[in-house]
């Protein structure tokens, strides 16, 4: 394979992998909301659907502060 066909590849592959996540992402937050709609009681459908529209960049942003608290708390 030449150099720049190797050089596209793997930067194909580095792009996809951070789509990935994000299509993972999305998945599981609509899987989330269908299962809300076979919640019989509205409030806690209600409740359950508005779990379910956090954006990807507002959990990632979540995630890091999380992660930040969690190191800071462990820390003498």
Do not use: I
Not at 18 to 28: F, I, K, P
Not at 33 to 50: D, G, I, P, S, Y
């Amino acid at each position: 394979m030449k150099p720049y066909g190797l050089l596209a590849c793997a930067c194909l592959l580095v792009g996809l992998t951070g789509c990935t996540a994000q299509l993972w992402y999305a998945s599981g937050q609509s899987w989330q909301r269908n299962e809300c709609f076979k919640l019989v009681n509205a409030t806690q459908r209600n409740q359950c659907l508005q779990r379910t529209w956090l954006s990807y960049d507002q959990y990632k942003h979540e995630l890091h502060m999380d992660q930040a608290a969690r190191e800071h708390s462990t820390m003498p």
